[in-house]
């Protein structure tokens, strides 16, 4: 059992930046693949960044060269760092762990509660 706490959210202006953090507890968090999802208010909830188990990292067009996902397995953290935001990237944002690696929400069993992010125009 693997449990997930994000935190980093926050209020920002329009082109500024934030880092979300995931802590995890649990077992062999080194082994999971690890994702950041979002949902804004009346969406779906949408993956926007991965990172696989050997540190191959993946990410949607839409922030792709804005967004970096990263790890550090000694830690248990995952991290999403966040530049040149847009109103656009307003949501909460969560992190998920699973076994195998894939784009689909529904793969991964284990999600943190989430953190808000709000970009100001």
């Known amino acids: 059992q693997v449990q997930l706490v994000e935190s980093g959210g926050g209020l920002v202006q329009a082109g500024g930046s934030l880092r979300l953090s995931c802590t995890a507890s649990?077992?062999?968090?080194?082994?999971?693949?690890m994702v950041w999802a979002r949902q804004a208010p009346g969406k779906g909830r949408e993956l926007v960044a991965g990172?696989?188990?050997?540190?191959?990292?993946f990410y949607v067009d839409i922030v792709k060269g804005r967004f970096t996902i990263s790890r550090d397995n000694a830690k248990n953290m995952g991290y999403l760092r966040m530049n040149n935001l847009k109103a656009e990237d307003t949501a909460v944002y969560y992190c998920?762990?699973?076994?195998?690696?894939?784009?689909?929400?529904?793969?991964?069993?284990?999600w943190g509660q989430g953190t808000q992010v709000t970009v100001s125009s």
């Open positions: 649990g077992p062999a968090f080194g082994n999971y693949a």
């Open positions: 990172i696989r188990d050997d540190d191959n990292t």
């Open positions: 998920a762990v699973g076994q195998r690696y894939s784009f689909s929400a529904s793969d991964y069993p284990y």
